[in-house]
């Protein structure tokens, strides 16, 4: 496609994160070696390049962390909530302070663009933690009785796809409810965490209350399995989901889980056209995709699939991947070369299984991981690609005649965490939101997060809630 | 002195609005306290279970669907359809459970004024469990709780009848629907429930009620992947855990057993943790809101 005007790049300047060439685990209050575990190696996505070792975290190291953090305990939720509200207002102001500097590291470390972890990751992660500091000293009008009270040490595995945003999701409601917390970063995105560690540092944070132990997944599992916790709260896939809920069955242990999806978002003949494609693209090319409740089924209705899907094609032509660091950069590197694998495969299995593949032509950088932002059409029910979560910036399209018929489409799934509406008229999206079977409705938008709003799934998505009022309850003994 | 002979009722399952005996076509003995026979009652089967699912999820969109006020009014309705019976409940509580007549009968007023209790919440509970959240940026974003699904719940063994409403009661009153294994060695105050129920304007598979083997009943029922959530009053603390396990194949959120989780090192409490809970008590909320979901529905606001 010709353009009016080339883009000229411009590049974010990584010279504001100062990486060092290995990283320890942060508990009770200090970096300190592994017990034996090793170093593993954390790279850019974008260009394979090595950004910094960190600790391989051991059950032992798990052990060391769970008991500091219920040394801990005692004094942190014995401290009035005004007191502790202080301390998470103090993190959230310093996360504004060096906001820059934890974009542009999520970028190095994750893939997305510098774009999103600036205006989308960083300014959510402050605000979850304004959000919850408030909550701190208010919580006996949370409506879970005049005095709840935390349940101890929590233990919080999360994902690579929004890691220092899922962090705070994590940390902060556990923090402002009294608990203390051991948390495991994900394998390939350890260094936001890493860097949180420091600014607990820098607020005054008593040690102990945050611990961060890093690894793969035998360190999550160490961390879930632990007797001495007693929450545990996961963000990531459904299947590890499923293994985290046998693993505390017959315990006392509370579990959340924030799991899968497969979100329908569904276009009606009355849609505002651009509008909806924005949303389209805004649902499934946001952070490649990576996004549990990515729109990744488009429903358009039969009547105006042309017209919709030649917009959406040519908004997709538009589309820049490459470089993370570049500010015009919307789609940037696939998180890890495993991920990129998984992509490939269910994607050659939509082209086998007979719809039809479609991607602007653009040219992907020759090193790291990428993929071109995908289109299928021609896509049933019984398809791979519109059954299994792909994780990356590949989008089913199937249609729809009547709204009954894209209820019952879009409520075939065993996930149920998000859906779109695109509808001007009013009733029909009122009528078509109670239908669905999902935990959060975007109606004329999508993609849209807040730490006032509750957020979580249905069904297979998972249980529990996560964000506004509704998210205290994981972290209280009620 | 009349030499009448009575007229023996036969117990019968409660499957999609009908009386249906097990498919099995077996019965096992119930008895009083002191070991009187009392009745033959369905020894429900596997499939009896699978059954009794297929209804409840048939049932689940119309009642899910129905308005708050209109499932008030039906819950009512039940309470009033206990109060005429009051005498023949009395009777069975006092049978099943080797109580006085006083104190069945304290049990049996308690269970009705139960059903009133959690009527009065159908139109009130998404006011207490929503909210409308204050988002930064123009949306208008309201989150609402609704019904979780099928819910299958393993029903208090020592409290036959006033445990068994606790449990129920909440259940369907937020739209859910729900698969009951009834307490095992004194099954018949919930059969009898079972024609109250007919008879009060409930759909046929909102309430599903199975006399059996717990064990038998609740392991197909934990591991069943059209049911939604599960409820373990009623189990004892080994099987618990095997069922919660089998529960995680497709998440069902679930409701362990009250106390043991707090007192696993007694063993009587572990081998019926229900026994502890004092079925008089304030019930509070928590049952009410353990099998709803919250959704959050976000809109633009502009002109």
């Given at each position: 496609m010709s353009s009016a005007f080339d883009y000229a790049p411009a590049p974010e300047s990584r010279s504001v994160v100062d990486l060092a060439p290995s990283y320890g685990l942060f508990i009770d209050g200090e970096f300190t070696e592994g017990t034996g575990g090793g170093l593993r190696k954390t790279v850019s996505p974008a260009t394979e390049e090595v950004l910094a070792e960190y600790t391989q975290g051991t059950a032992e190291d798990v052990d060391r962390a769970v008991q500091a953090a219920r040394r801990a305990f005692e004094k942190w939720s014995a401290l009035p909530g005004a007191e502790r509200a202080k301390f998470l207002f103090r993190i959230a102001r310093i996360i504004q302070e060096r906001s820059r500097e934890l974009a542009v590291l999520e970028t190095l470390d994750n893939g997305k663009p510098i774009r999103e972890a600036r205006d989308a990751d960083l300014p959510l992660v402050a605000a979850h933690f304004f959000y919850y500091a408030g909550w701190a000293d208010k919580l006996g009008h949370a409506g879970f009785g005049p005095d709840p009270r935390p349940l101890?040490?929590?233990?919080?595995?999360?994902?690579?796809?929004?890691?220092?945003l899922m962090l705070a999701w994590k940390v902060a409601p556990a923090l402002a409810c009294g608990n203390t917390v051991v948390l495991k970063p994900a394998e390939t995105t350890p260094l936001s965490a890493l860097f949180f560690a420091d600014i607990c540092r820098q607020a005054g944070l008593p040690k102990g209350v945050v611990n961060i132990v890093t690894g793969d997944g035998s360190t999550g599992a160490s961390l879930v399995a632990h007797p001495g916790i007693d929450k545990v709260a996961f963000t990531g896939s459904t299947e590890v989901g499923k293994a985290i809920a046998r693993t505390v069955a017959g315990t006392d242990k509370k579990l959340t889980l924030e799991l899968g999806g497969k979100a329908a978002n569904i276009v009606f003949d009355d849609a505002p056209i651009d509008q909806a494609v924005e949303g389209i693209v805004n649902g499934i090319f946001f952070n490649q995709g990576h996004v549990c409740c990515a729109g990744s089924r488009l429903l358009v209705q039969e009547s105006i699939q042309d017209e919709l899907l030649d917009a959406l094609k040519r908004r997709m032509a538009t589309l820049r991947v490459g470089d993370p660091l570049d500010k015009n950069t919307d789609i940037g590197a696939i998180n890890s070369a495993e991920q990129l694998a998984r992509i490939t495969e269910l994607a050659a299995a939509g082209e086998a299984e007979g719809a039809e593949r479609w991607s602007p032509s653009c040219e992907l950088p020759g090193s790291g991981y990428w993929f071109a932002p995908t289109l299928f059409t021609g896509v049933t029910q019984a398809h791979r690609i519109a059954r299994e979560e792909v994780f990356g910036p590949v989008l089913s399209v199937l249609t729809f005649r009547t709204p009954e018929e894209a209820v019952a489409k879009a409520n075939n799934t065993p996930y149920g965490l998000s859906a779109g509406i695109w509808t001007e008229k009013g009733s029909r999206m009122l009528w078509m939101a109670n239908q669905l079977r999902a935990g959060v409705i975007w109606s004329n938008t999508f993609n849209k997060f807040d730490p006032a709003s509750p957020f979580g799934g249905y069904k297979e998505s998972g249980f529990g809630r996560e964000g506004g009022r509704h998210g205290l309850e994981a972290y209280l003994n009620v | 002195m009349s030499d009448r002979l009575s007229v023996l009722k036969t117990y019968k399952l409660y499957v999609g609005g009908k009386f249906p005996r097990s498919e099995s076509g077996r019965v096992y003995e119930v008895t009083d306290a002191k070991g009187r026979w009392l009745a033959n009652a369905p020894l429900a089967s596997r499939k009896d279970a699978r059954d009794a699912v297929v209804a409840a999820r048939k049932a689940f969109g119309g009642w899910s669907g129905a308005t708050a006020y209109n499932r008030g009014q039906i819950l009512y309705r039940v309470a009033e359809m206990l109060e005429g019976r009051r005498e023949q409940f009395v009777a069975e509580v006092a049978d099943a459970e080797g109580h006085?007549?006083?104190?069945?009968?304290?049990?049996?007023?308690?269970?009705?004024?139960?059903?009133?209790?959690?009527?009065?919440?159908?139109?009130?509970?998404?006011?207490?469990?929503?909210?409308?959240?204050?988002?930064?940026?123009?949306?208008?974003?309201?989150?609402?709780?609704?019904?979780?699904?099928?819910?299958?719940?393993?029903?208090?063994q020592d409290s036959s009848f006033l445990g068994l409403v606790s449990v129920l009661a909440p259940v369907i009153v937020t739209g859910n629907t729900a698969v009951v294994v009834a307490a095992e060695r004194a099954p018949l105050p919930a059969l009898s429930l079972a024609e109250v129920l007919a008879t009060s304007d409930l759909p046929g598979g909102v309430v599903n009620l199975l006399s059996g083997r717990t064990t038998e009943l609740a392991a197909p029922l934990a591991a069943h992947q059209d049911v939604n959530a599960l409820d373990l009053t009623g189990a004892d603390a080994e099987s618990a855990k095997e069922l919660e396990t089998a529960a995680a194949d497709n998440l069902k959120r679930v409701l362990r057993p009250p106390v043991a989780r707090h007192r696993p090192s007694d063993e009587a409490l572990r081998a019926?943790?229900?026994?502890?809970?004092?079925?008089?008590?304030?019930?509070?909320?928590?049952?009410?809101?353990?099998?709803?979901?919250?959704?959050?529905?976000w809109h633009p606001m502009g002109v």
């Open positions: 101890g040490v929590a233990g919080q595995v999360i994902p690579w796809n929004f890691p220092l | 006085s007549k006083a104190k069945a009968a304290a049990q049996v007023d308690a269970a009705i004024d139960r059903w009133v209790w959690y009527a009065g919440w159908s139109d009130k509970v998404a006011q207490i469990a929503g909210s409308s959240n204050p988002v930064a940026g123009p949306y208008f974003n309201l989150s609402a709780p609704e019904p979780t699904g099928v819910v299958a719940v393993v029903a208090p019926a943790p229900s026994d502890a809970v004092d079925w008089t008590a304030d019930p509070g909320t928590d049952r009410l809101l353990a099998f709803l979901e919250t959704k959050t529905v």
